[in-house]
């Protein structure tokens, strides 16, 4: 299955600050999905990902608050921007192989 | 629109007992389900996953889990619980198995020694 890495793996941020968030997988995919899981919660999709096109958005996340860049079959990126504490999250990638959708490690932010 | 339920947020059983944890769902189409694992401080682990193409699928670790169309459920079952058991797992369900997931809220597993 489809080996995914992210980038930071953790990080403690200020209010009103943003965080970018590296994706990168070991192989060619056409869609790359964005999750959030809340501390204690499960996991909700953010958007949808695929190369050459604009990111698809969930209700309640919009792309000013979580602007994606997806610039090619094996990378992406997710920006949290004008964090707030409520974003402390763990923000997860996944990607849909021969196995299933394989996720990564995940990033586990914390806004103070 | 899909969805799954968990039914119980938490669940303990002895160590050798046997695990099940419930998931049913609602889909306007053929779903594909799938049971996640995730260990404390971890990334989601792949359990198993229904595809259609036999009702009784097994998985990693022992687990197995049953899909049953007329009950609209995919419950996960091992015979005997391991103390490594413990973990957060949760059901999922998306269209085609090329799209999207649907989780549910997730169930607990506490083994008692």
């Known amino acids: 299955s489809a080996v995914i890495s992210q980038k930071p793996s953790r990080d403690i941020c200020q209010r009103g600050t943003s965080l970018t968030i590296q994706c990168q997988v070991d192989?060619?995919?056409?869609?790359m999905f964005w999750y959030r899981q809340q501390p204690g919660q499960s996991l909700t999709l953010i958007a949808t990902?695929?190369?050459?096109?604009?990111?698809?958005?969930e209700s309640g996340f919009v792309i000013d608050k979580f602007p994606i860049s997806r610039p090619n079959l094996t990378f992406s990126t997710l920006t949290v921007s004008n964090m707030s504490p409520e974003d402390s999250s763990i923000y997860l990638c996944?990607?849909?192989?021969?196995?299933?959708?394989?996720f990564g490690p995940g990033t586990r932010l914390t806004v103070t | 629109a899909q969805s799954v339920t968990q039914l119980g947020s938490h669940v303990s059983v002895s160590e050798g007992a046997l695990v099940l944890l419930r998931c049913n769902y609602s889909?306007?189409?053929?779903?594909?389900l799938f049971w996640y694992v995730q260990y404390p401080n971890q990334g989601l682990q792949l359990l198993l996953k229904?595809?259609?193409?036999?009702?009784l699928v097994k998985g990693i670790n022992g687990f197995e889990a049953e899909f049953k169309k007329s009950e609209t459920s995919f419950h996960l079952t091992k015979p005997s619980a391991h103390m490594s058991d413990a973990a957060e797992y949760f059901c999922?369900?998306?269209?085609?198995?090329?799209?999207?997931?649907?989780f549910g809220t997730g169930t607990r597993l506490t083994i008692i020694p």
């Open positions: 996944s990607v849909v192989d021969g196995q299933g959708s394989a």
């Open positions: 192989s060619q995919v056409t869609m």
């Open positions: 990902a695929n190369q050459g096109s604009e990111a698809t958005y």
């Open positions: 889909s306007s189409v053929p779903p594909y």
């Open positions: 229904y595809t259609s193409a036999a009702t």
């Open positions: 999922a369900v998306s269209n085609f198995g090329n799209e999207k997931l649907t």
